[in-house]
């Protein structure tokens, strides 16, 4: 909104009128006091004036000053941006560890700008839906609210998520059928996956190469070493070493599956896929591309994340068999 004439007195006007002989159009709507804004100007600014007859003047100053550190702040959280927010498909994600030590000023005008940049302006919100937005900087997973023109806040378990409402069917999300529990709600957001898009089942090539959609996997059977690369290997890992004993090389890749359950590596007993997932706190939209390495009877390997405990290197391995996934560019 453009104002040039709102450090022109009234007065000003009147003046510049009648000394050119102009006859300015009067509004009568400019005195009904049915407005808000005619009684701030015709009953409230009389007022004050009788507190400090320099009113307006304090006024424009104040406006000025608002004006200079708004210009400010928008600068600063222009060059903020690419630190603590992303975009994708009309999607804005914003890292809230990162945004929730910044200043609040800060804060408010990068949630303005996430707005705006998935709304196109930032008409219709008003101080409080920003601040309610703010206050999911500290809210658990799952945590969401409506803003006006179709927008949705949520928490994830790092971000903010800002996007236009859509319908989703939390049961259909759900492989086991049992829909989405209260922890998962905060992954019903699309968000940019590391994993390509995984559909069917692959056999993997035992000893030697495969070509899977958007990967390629390496197998190789080396000889017991004093220390499994396993152990050295930085967590999650697309790298990963068995038992050939318990694993064979009859070996194939697919998709997750209802029902799946596998032991994971440190666990004494079996447990469900989809819980390992949750509780892992793999975003729902990735889970359907996440490679699962399977041998004839069990998962052995889900890929990025954990291997069976029932396939592990131990000291009584004899044969090794390195699995490596490579990303296709």
């Not at 009234?10 to 808000?36: A, H, W």
């Amino acid at each position: 909104i453009i104002r040039p004439l709102l450090d022109i007195a009234r007065k000003e006007t009147q003046n510049y009128c009648q000394e050119r002989g102009l006859s300015p159009r009067s509004d009568s709507s400019n005195v009904s006091l049915s407005f808000l804004r005619n009684r701030l100007r015709l009953e409230l600014l009389p007022l004050l004036r009788k507190y400090n007859p320099n009113i307006n003047e304090a006024l424009l100053r104040l406006a000025e000053i608002a004006r200079d550190d708004g210009i400010f702040i928008e600068e600063q959280s222009l060059k903020l941006w690419n630190e603590v927010a992303k975009q994708q498909n009309g999607v804005v994600y914003l890292d809230r560890i990162k945004i929730a030590i910044l200043p609040v000023a800060l804060q408010r005008q990068l949630i303005k700008l996430a707005i705006t940049r998935v709304l196109g302006d930032i008409r219709d919100i008003e101080a409080n839906h920003i601040e309610a937005a703010r206050d999911l900087l500290g809210k658990p997973v799952g945590k969401r609210f409506s803003l006006p023109h179709g927008l949705v806040c949520q928490t994830e378990y790092s971000e903010i998520v800002i996007m236009a409402s859509q319908s989703l069917d939390k049961e259909s999300l759900s492989l086991d059928g049992r829909g989405l529990g209260e922890g998962e709600m905060g992954l019903l957001f699309p968000c940019p996956s590391p994993f390509p898009p995984l559909q069917g089942e692959f056999s993997l090539k035992v000893p030697g190469e495969s070509v899977l959609p958007g990967w390629r996997v390496l197998a190789n059977i080396v000889e017991r070493r004093a220390l499994p690369v396993i152990a050295t290997l930085p967590c999650p890992s697309t790298i990963a070493e068995f038992d050939l004993h318990q694993t064979r090389t009859e070996l194939f890749c697919r998709q997750r599956q209802p029902g799946d359950k596998f032991q994971p590596l440190g666990m004494s007993m079996p447990k469900k896929l989809q819980d390992f997932m949750v509780d892992a706190k793999i975003h729902l939209s990735w889970r359907g591309c996440i490679p699962i390495v399977c041998s004839p009877g069990q998962i052995i390997w889900v890929v990025g994340y954990r291997i069976d405990d029932r396939v592990k290197v131990t000291e009584g391995t004899t044969e090794i068999l390195r699995l490596e996934f490579i990303r296709l560019v």
